[in-house]
């Protein structure tokens, strides 16, 4: 993936533009992102993260690419933006998803994929949980958004790619599935959202 996250994009300069635009012509390069909003922490101006993010979507339609979104504590702006700018053509993911269900819903709406990471297996994440379980299967998919949110039973430690698999066997949990079941729906929902062969 190629583009600019929501804390860095204070020092986007308008030439960066073609320089995302040729990488993201490089091969191997299947979405943009993650881009969106973060209000919890405003590393980056909030109008200036509007911006970015308005004219990152833009350049994604562009490139005929689906998009990463990074949404934490601005959900309404982000779909605002998202359904001004008709980005539900683009496809794309609600990456590390741990909204509400208003959020799902307009997500899901829009015709984006729901990523769940580690925090879904968290004690604490009960209503996430019953989200997950609403959430048709053909628009999940999981993550562990490395280095961070270590799934249950690793909660604490620095996160590793190989602990995907708490995540899927949480959804298989969830969906009364087996995990395989689970591993290879996920799949296939990566495969179909990121045009992979």
Known sequence: TIGVHPHEV????????DELR????????????????????????????????????QLARELCLPIIIHTREAQEDTIAILKEEKAGALGGVFHCFSGDAW???DALDLGFYLSFSGVITFQNAT??????????LDRVLVE??????????????????AY?????DKIAEIHGLSPQEVAEIT???TKRLFRIE
Do not use: C
């Open 10 to 17: 204070k020092h986007i300069q308008d030439n960066w533009y």
């Open 144 to 161: 562990t958004d490395s280095p961070y949110l270590a799934p249950v039973p690793h909660r604490g430690k620095r996160n590793e790619p």
């Open 103 to 105: 959020l799902a819903k």
């Open 22 to 57: 040729a990488l993201a012509k490089s091969k191997g390069v299947v979405a943009y992102g993650e881009i969106g909003l973060d209000y919890h922490y405003d590393h980056s101006p909030r109008e200036v993260q509007r911006a970015r993010f308005r004219e990152q979507v």
């Open 127 to 136: 209503m996430l949980r019953d989200i997950a379980k609403t959430v048709p």
């Open 187 to 189: 799949t296939q929902n």
């Open 164 to 168: 995907v698999r708490h995540v899927a």
